[in-house]
């Protein structure tokens, strides 16, 4: 199994229901800028692309979360948001730093510059590169909930045998698309040589309308392929058929 690349899951998707998770407690752990948007909005679609670069060239030290104003009133209230696009840094639950309207490239990259590096991160970011499991867990000891650690150490878990204990740390965080692949990997087992999962993806449709281990099987394995596997959505479409 590959190591995760850090700068994985850095833009992401938040709402009024999932606000306080991942970006108030997540900003005790890294640097999150709140990008708040919408599809109308001219200005943030060519904000928006900047914003990502930069904050994925910070490689893991820093997040994105975009919010959708329209969608998420709730949100919009909290920043008092009077027009966008509006984007604000949040680190240890407090706005740090923010601007109002379209920005150039120079001036995003000198506002993520200035959240400046976290040498917690910075210690951590080594830890998950070297995969340094007796470091993730001395970390987690004294940092229960930290995403990027329960990431790392689960992974390397999974490729120790340890699928059980690998579960169960996942289950401190919430559902993303780095957790969902390894929770995967950890109920699968072993992969097949060339990852050739025909053979058991077509025995198992004829299973998964009665058998709920056989379904949750097929979306694990589903799952491992990822959605660059062109089967993937062939055998989706065949699970749906069979379902419904």
Do not use: H
Request: hydrophobic share 45%.
């Amino acid at each position: 199994m590959s190591e995760i690349p850090s700068s994985q899951g850095a833009v992401f998707d938040v709402g009024d229901a999932d606000f306080e998770s991942q970006v108030l407690e997540r900003s005790r752990r890294q640097a999150v800028v709140v990008d708040l948007w919408a599809p109308w909005c001219g200005p943030c679609k060519t904000l928006g692309p900047m914003l990502e670069e930069a904050v994925a060239a910070t490689r893991g030290e820093v997040v994105l979360a975009k919010v959708n104003v329209d969608e998420n009133p709730a949100i919009s209230q909290m920043f008092q948001v009077q027009s966008i696009p509006a984007v604000y840094a949040i680190r240890d639950g407090q706005v740090v730093d923010g601007f109002v309207g379209a920005q150039g490239r120079p001036e995003i990259d000198a506002f993520i510059g200035r959240l400046g590096a976290d040498p917690m991160a910075e210690m951590i970011q080594g830890l998950v590169e070297r995969r340094d499991e007796l470091g993730l867990r001395a970390v987690l000891e004294s940092d229960p909930s930290n995403e990027a650690v329960i990431i790392a150490l689960a992974d390397i878990l999974v490729q120790r045998d340890a699928a059980e204990e690998a579960l169960a740390l996942l289950e401190r965080i919430p559902e993303t698309d780095d957790a969902r692949r390894i929770k995967a990997a950890a109920r699968v087992g072993s992969v097949p040589p060339d990852d050739d999962f025909d053979q058991e993806l077509t025995s198992l449709l004829n299973q998964v309308k009665v058998d709920d281990e056989a379904r949750q099987r097929f979306v694990d394995i589903l799952e491992l392929m990822g959605p660059d596997d062109p089967r993937t959505a062939a055998y989706r479409k065949q699970l749906t058929a069979r379902l419904f």
